[in-house]
């Protein structure tokens, strides 16, 4: 493992003071708690707290500021945080407003959130939750946990933080997230695993022929392994996928989310979004925004995700409304 | 019967697992999860030790809780909430008690169960840990009732445990992160079921000596 | 060599298209040509051009837009690009008042846009240039070709662009520039090193216990080859190297950016970032701006670079201005 | 004497060569570069290769002008400047003319070179291109002064070009990319100067048919 770190005990803390030193301007640490919080705290919105596990930055810190989050609270590396460091980001965000907890799908993410939530609630804040499941490449069924929550949710930050900054009540910031979260889709696909720090190897092993479909933002192994294929083939498969889910209708309006995993150079995401948006124009999809880049992380793997969210009116507006984040700038 | 000493012994015996199994443990989450589970298991343990002190002159129900609550805030992931709720509950049912009888320990597990069964929704086997406490306490309840000591029962119920987590090997995952994986999860075995066994590894040790 | 590409021979333009597609607000391609230019050419104000091999994204294509570039040419893979592609960019922006040049100081990138510039001029286009030569890890001498220009050229894109955009004329812009490269410094360090893709194997090899100390943003091999140290170490040896040469004082002003090189995701650049900062702090130097992320790559290298900027007044508040690219947003 | 027959075919021959070599020629720039040094010739060569037809029918200046613009258009970094540049001057020198004398043949390289020091501000024992090319058309010249045929001293020619390209591996680069890399480029082989030796061995396999 090689890592530009100083202790694997450390690397949490560590990059949430580097951040914070870095980005004063952006966010502020409780003090105690792996809790960011936006700088230039704002009263009278609904607030938004997003978080999980940390190795997947910019999410989630680098999303609180104006118009998207107003705290992110980050776990050990993929761990969900716990319920306490949640429960100290509502109430330090909390402007009486209320606050929505945006949480992927995740067994861990839910219950500690939720524990979060209940402690919020005996103390008399109103706390709402919405739960993110785009990923495709996991059977919704009855059986199982349901999608995960992967690089989509970041479009869940940018609208229902664009709703809240409109003074929005709790219920309409919350019904506008659930829109997002019904009308967006994912899929990825990794080339490298990634390594956990604490861990000191990868999450699986790769050949130099094989690439992993699939994926999740956790560095688990995919659904399916394939011998690997050229970019457009790979987009094809993860488009094929994502459409059927989606089956959007010509003339439809779309953005468009290429997603690094952390160690793809912008040079193969953007050969990636080539083959996306050539696909779209010949199924007659209009792309209203495209954004490429690295969003929702997989420490150090090299890979990608492909997002499709299916835009109406209120979507599109509050898509480019302001954002002003560390990660985000619209 | 087990004394609360006895209690405290097997706090500190289960932390020595989790840190001595920690890569094990990590090894089998790699596989079908996300590779943490030995050092979120080994991370919460250690903290229990740490804050032991601070709470080890109270009551046995006491002392549960304390270890659930730092479990809770400071594991994360999915085993926090849920060896964190399964402690707490196993405090909330033995309130007020210094000594454990055989049905204190009987009850203790049977709330530890139904904690993790109201925080995770799961059942009986979906490759969670759950395949290895409920086979184990069934073994227990089993053994008591045909005239076994409180110690030769939890001598069988570590053993049902780890039948369960071979058992695990078979299945496929229907909760938890592993259950992304599908088809692909069969023939892995779960490592929180496995965390769970040596949970009784350790009840045993203590039981034996 | 595992990337999503499809042809090795089409790496650069697939990549061009894939920008051109994502980002049409911003970037406009000259057709038959590896160049992009602002999709809202502004008249009435100097122009710049910067470019050079690909494989340095964002550079150079992602900093075109309002407040930086005008265009930016791209060679193969860090390879710079040919005269007659640098001679069109300077046609297509130049709107009358003439066109600074920034070019990195390479001695493939100096010839071919000094090339290019005796085309321009031949048709009657004021073009003059700046070469920037930021990195102290190669000694300048006259018996060398002197600095490399690295990271730091992002600095000189941003603040001569700002000073362009306020109507400066070519001359002030050119002093703008010069003062930023007098003033601006880097030093880049490698743990895995990067993979052009037409060259199907990595540029070097480095153990598991190595790192390479003094890299340049092509896949060079560095200065000097070392065992890995701790995030923190590094971070002292490369701050002071950078900080002998500047010699700031105590009460200076300075910008920071740590830049990573295309593999190394963010919570390893904020870990390092947390510790050029403790330095700066320990040595009264004051941080007036902090950039972290990847702004001039070197393809899939994990690696990063540090740049410090002296800053006074002018530079500030040309920092500060808006700018509004794909890659960069003030 | 050379016709353009056999300048057609040393351009075509060159070109292959640059095919042929372009691993090893990346690998060079690997080990002291930035590794295209192989991919950059072998671009512009069949860059050439595939105008030729448009413009073989001019003559024999035209012809290695033509070659130059298009290595200048298709190479970039260094090498297509500078191998541009030198064909561009090597055409110019000999204007108007179809059949090279001996005087011709030394004239071009004169120029060639006289064309790659104007770009490149590159003196002898830089570890550069020109370290093959100097020693050659020194010797060339040398060997015709003392009587040889031009195929002889072409043969000779070369021979000093590739103990030029061995001398490469002596001394420390100053410049172009190798030159950042100071003591750590001796040893190691520049990779101009072997493409330039090579251009040498393709001018002697024609002047020895
Ligand atoms: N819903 C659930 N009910 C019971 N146990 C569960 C549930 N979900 C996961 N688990 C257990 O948690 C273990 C994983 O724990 P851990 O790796 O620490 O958390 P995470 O999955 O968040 O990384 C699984 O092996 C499984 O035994
Ligand atoms: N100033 C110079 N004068 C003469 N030859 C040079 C000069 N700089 C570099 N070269 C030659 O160019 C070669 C490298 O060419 P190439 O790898 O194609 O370009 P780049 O260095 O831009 O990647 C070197 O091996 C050297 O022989
Ligand atoms: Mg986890
Ligand atoms: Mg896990
Ligand atoms: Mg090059
Ligand atoms: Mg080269």
């Not at chain 2, 007020?96 to 904690?115: H, R, Y």
């Not at chain 2, 009732?145 to 299945?171: L, M, N, R, Y």
């Not at chain 2, 999860?185 to 009784?200: C, E, K, R, V, W």
């Amino acid at each position: 493992m090689k890592k530009f770190i100083n202790d694997v005990e450390n690397v949490e803390n560590e990059m949430l003071e580097g951040i914070v030193l870095a980005h004063p301007e952006y966010v502020t640490r409780l003090e105690g708690f792996d809790v960011l919080v936006r700088s230039d705290k704002k009263a009278g919105k609904v607030a938004l707290v997003s978080g999980g596990g940390s190795g997947h930055e910019p999410s989630h810190g680098g999303f609180v500021g104006k118009g998207m989050l107003d705290g992110a609270v980050a776990g050990s590396v993929f761990t969900s945080p716990t319920p306490d460091q949640v429960f100290e980001a509502i109430k330090a965000v909390d402007a009486g407003q209320g606050v929505l907890l945006v949480i992927k799908n995740y067994t861990g993410d839910i219950m500690n959130f939720e524990m979060a939530a209940e402690l919020a609630e005996a103390e008399g804040i109103k706390v709402v939750n919405v739960v993110t499941n785009d990923d495709v490449a996991v059977e919704d069924s009855l059986y199982t946990t349901g999608r995960r929550g992967v690089a989509g949710t970041v479009f869940v930050h940018k609208i229902a933080g664009a709703k809240a900054e409109t003074g929005a009540s709790l219920d309409d910031v919350k019904n506008t997230a659930e829109k997002v979260i019904a009308n967006v889709r994912t899929m990825g696909v990794a080339l490298k695993p990634c390594t956990v720090p604490a861990a000191g190897k990868p999450g699986f092993e790769l050949t130099e022929e094989e690439m992993e479909l699939g994926i999740g933002i956790h560095g688990e192994p995919g659904t399916e392994r394939k011998p690997i294929q050229t970019a457009d083939e790979i987009v094809d498969y993860l488009m094929e996928r994502i459409l059927k889910d989606m089956s959007p209708e010509t003339g439809d309006e779309v953005a468009v989310m290429v997603n690094g995993a952390g160690a793809t150079p912008p040079m193969e995401l953007y050969i990636l979004n080539r083959r996306v948006q050539q696909i779209l124009a010949e199924k007659g999809i209009k792309v209203f925004k495209t954004f490429v880049g690295d969003y929702m992380t997989s420490i150090d793997m090299a890979g990608a995700s492909i997002t499709l969210l299916k835009l109406d009116d209120e979507l599109k507006e509050l898509l480019m409304a302001e954002a002003d984040t560390i990660g985000f700038k619209m | 019967m087990a004394t609360k000493v006895e209690v405290l012994d097997f706090i500190r015996l289960f932390a020595d697992k989790m840190t001595e199994h920690r890569q094990e443990l990590t090894d089998l989450d790699q596989a079908i999860g996300d590779g943490d589970h030995g050092i979120n298991m080994s991370r919460g343990m250690k903290a229990v030790i740490e804050k032991l002190p601070t709470f080890e002159e109270k009551g046995t129900d006491e002392i549960l809780k304390s270890v659930g609550m730092t479990l809770v805030s400071t594991v994360g992931g999915a085993s926090g909430p849920l060896y964190g709720t399964a402690f707490m509950k196993a405090g909330m049912v033995v309130k007020g008690k210094d000594e454990l009888s055989e049905q204190d320990i009987i009850n203790m597990f049977q709330e530890a169960i139904v904690g993790i069964q109201s925080r995770g929704k799961a059942v009986k086997g979906e490759k969670t840990m759950l395949d290895s406490i409920m086979p184990a306490l069934d073994q227990i309840k089993a053994s008591i009732e045909a005239g076994d000591s409180i110690e030769d029962a939890i001598v069988k119920g570590e053993q049902a445990a780890w039948d369960g987590v071979e058992f695990t090997k078979t299945i496929i995952a229907t909760k938890g992160r592993a259950s992304y994986l599908g088809e692909r999860s069969i023939g892995h075995q779960d490592p929180g079921a496995t965390s769970m066994a040596y949970l009784f590894q350790a009840a045993k040790e203590i039981a034996k000596k």
